[in-house]
């Protein structure tokens, strides 16, 4: 049996092993394992990690206030307003990879500072974006913004799920999404307060004279700024924390040598990619994890724009907006209800029906009338909860060979280019017939992803108690 490594012992035959990420002997309170997993979940380190969380969820959150306020200002389409996510999950999409090699040359600490300078660059931009009045400089700005977010997701999510014991990887995963949920309530009541009027914005400019409407919309746009403000602020004292914080490696490793050294594995990329291209129930998971991500997106994107029509004259943008709030309050209820029910129950089956439920809610959302089918796209966010840190956590865990497990994280989080493709679609949807009407392709892609589930019953014979007891018999038995 291949013993854990002691990090402890490691730095202290190594001190100056710039891996070790500054961690003292005698300050450090875990254990790592040859596959990358802790013996314990280190809760400093586990709770800063989690609030990233949040922050690329206000990024997030944003973006369905951006999307509204541009259609107005700038006299889109609902397939242009589209591009908002398509700049934003684009840059993931294009930056997963390179992020995933930076954190593979240095560590998940760096690639998470990495990432949040990325993100405040991006906020800095949206500065002279608002002075210039141009669409696409805002996407520039988002996808500058989407960078770094890359950075972070391909940092936090895997590290998130290795920083503990495996068993639990995808229970820990899902907790630490629970701030996800805060972090969409935080960024939607921003823009509510901070960008958007108590009036309805593209109402009002409809009724001015072409040169009044351009610089009321110019004064508009002034608005976004706010709430970037202070996420700058928020962004540099991150920076700090983690910076002076130390955190375990969560690296696979050789085994320990006789002075009690390890080496970590080093492997190439292209061999990587070999392994993932023969793992087909990690390309089954990428393609699952694209069309939940795409219905997720959409589903959000166009939330506050399906109150504004089914509203009326007397739903200003500020109104709209507490749909929003109110379907990221419901998801993080479901965030909770699902953590609690994957931690006793077998997740293929919590997740078969959540998916479920919330293809018959979208369902509701296409074809019930007037305000009951807004009521029924809040509902909807009660069953997404678990949707990606579940797919993404069961994904990973189809890597056995741990030396790719950053470049897989990686991947994984590529597949949020799903959000930029699918809400386009649904964009595309709704100026062919109607903003109700489009919400029927996001019920079929969650029926999809339900089917994905429903067809990994097989594989998923235990629930985590009772992995927990053969844990528990497999350590004694070693003794």
Not at 74 to 80: P, R, T
Not at 105 to 122: C, P, T
Request: aromatic content about 12%.
């Amino acid at each position: 049996m291949t013993r854990p490594i002691d990090a402890r012992t490691i730095d202290a035959t190594n001190p100056t092993d710039p891996a070790s990420e500054g961690v003292q002997p005698k300050k450090q309170h875990w254990i790592e394992f040859p596959d990358g997993y802790l013996d314990r979940t280190p809760v400093l380190q586990f709770a800063m990690t989690s609030v990233l969380f949040a922050i690329w969820a206000i990024a997030s959150s944003l973006n369905d206030i951006l999307i509204t306020q541009f259609k107005a200002v700038f006299s889109l389409s609902d397939l242009a307003t589209a591009f908002v996510q398509s700049a934003f999950y684009g840059g993931y999409f294009l930056i997963a990879i390179p992020a995933s090699l930076f954190i593979k040359k240095f560590s998940y600490k760096l690639g998470i500072i990495a990432g949040l300078s990325f993100f405040a660059v991006g906020c800095f931009i949206f500065f002279p974006a608002s002075r210039l009045v141009t669409y696409e400089v805002f996407l520039f700005a988002i996808f500058v913004e989407a960078i770094g977010l890359s950075f972070l997701e391909t940092s936090a999510d895997t590290y998130a799920t290795l920083m503990g014991p495996k068993r639990l990887g995808t229970v820990r995963l899902n907790i630490a999404q629970t701030m996800n949920a805060l972090g969409l309530i935080t960024g939607i009541l921003l823009g509510k307060y901070l960008v958007f009027q108590d009036s309805n914005l593209h109402a009002t400019m409809a009724k001015m004279a072409p040169a009044e409407a351009k610089a009321y919309g110019a004064e508009q746009l002034a608005r976004t700024l706010e709430p970037y403000k202070y996420l700058l602020i928020a962004l540099a004292v991150l920076i700090v924390l983690f910076a002076i914080t130390k955190f375990p490696k969560c690296r696979p490793t050789t085994a320990a040598n006789a002075t009690g050294t390890a080496g970590e594995n080093k492997v190439k990329l292209s061999e990587t990619l070999r392994y993932l291209s023969h793992n087909r129930r990690f390309l089954k998971g990428i393609g699952v994890q694209f069309i939940y991500i795409g219905a997720q997106t959409g589903i959000w994107s166009f939330t506050i724009r399906l109150a504004l029509n089914q509203g009326g004259s007397s739903m200003t943008d500020r109104k709209a907006a507490d749909f929003m709030i109110f379907s990221y309050v419901v998801f993080f209820v479901g965030r909770l209800l699902a953590s609690y029910l994957l931690s006793r129950s077998r997740e293929t089956r919590v997740l078969a029906t959540f998916m479920a439920l919330g293809c018959v809610s979208l369902l509701c959302v296409a074809f019930l009338p007037g305000m009951s089918a807004v009521w029924a796209a809040v509902a909807v966010s009660l069953f997404l909860g678990p949707g990606w840190p579940t797919i993404y956590a069961r994904t990973l865990s189809t890597v056995e060979d741990r030396r790719h497990t950053e470049t897989a994280g990686a991947i994984i989080v590529m597949a949020l280019v799903g959000g930029a493709v699918l809400p386009t679609l649904q964009g595309a949807l709704s100026d062919a017939v109607t903003m109700q009407f489009s919400f029927i392709l996001p019920a079929i892609e969650l029926l999809i992803v339900a089917l994905y589930f429903v067809s990994e019953f097989k594989r998923d014979k235990y629930t985590p108690q009772q992995l927990a007891v053969m844990a528990a018999a497999a350590q004694q038995e070693a003794k």
